[in-house]
């Protein structure tokens, strides 16, 4: 778990003559947290929402596993990605995931790109990351005029902006986490493993739809 903090300074098996597994028993405070006010969610749908940074390696070991989750969610659920910067000089990391957005490239460069920082095969400047950002698109055979006005462009940055507003209406203070209708979060390090946390991720999406009847 990468936390804010950091960077600035199977059910039980019941005794009977044929089995029965008890639901899972989870707790506010324990496995997930309750947030207060709601972050702002669609009327529509249960949205899910993935909080990750770039610079965070437990959340690019993850990744795989809510991405696997995601791909297997009800009808009734939506997902959102969500990069946060936990400080303004890590911005350009959340630009360069929505500026891969719109070019379509997140499900090519996405992962190379978070491979790239968090196992250190190219240097990057985290006080001034942007040219460094550029290069590794560049060498990755994206055009690099194309690549500058996409990353500057408003949308990009207007998306970057929702973002921070997103992550800090759930109160996010580490990462990786999930949030679920504006009213949970939950996350490995609360779940108790990675492989725990979509289990609780899909009791949080029972207690939305019991709260929305």
Partial sequence: MISRRDLL???????????????????????????????????????????????????????????????????????????????????????????????????????????????QTRSYNFDSATRDIHDFMVEAGVDGAKWDATFNSFGVKNKSRNATMLWNAYQIDSTPMVGVGGKFTTGPHLAGSRQGTPAVIDYLVDQMRTLRK
């Avoid at 098996?13 to 028993?25: H, I, K, R």
């Avoid at 659920?77 to 990391?93: D, G, M, N």
């Avoid at 630009?95 to 992962?111: I, P």
């Fill in 9 to 119: 300074c199977a059910g039980a098996l019941a005794p009977l003559s044929t089995y029965s597994f008890a639901a899972p028993a989870y707790k506010a405070g324990k496995e997930y947290l309750t947030v207060h006010p709601m972050a702002p969610t669609p009327a529509d749908k249960i949205e899910v929402v993935e909080f990750f940074a770039y610079t965070c390696p437990h959340c690019l070991q993850f990744h795989p596993v809510f991405h696997e989750w995601a791909q297997k969610a009800p009808e009734d659920v939506s997902i959102r990605i969500c990069p946060v910067a936990w400080q303004p000089k890590y911005l350009p990391f959340t630009d360069t995931y929505f500026a891969l957005e719109a070019l379509g490239l997140l499900d090519s460069l996405s992962m190379p790109f978070f491979e790239s920082i968090i196992y």
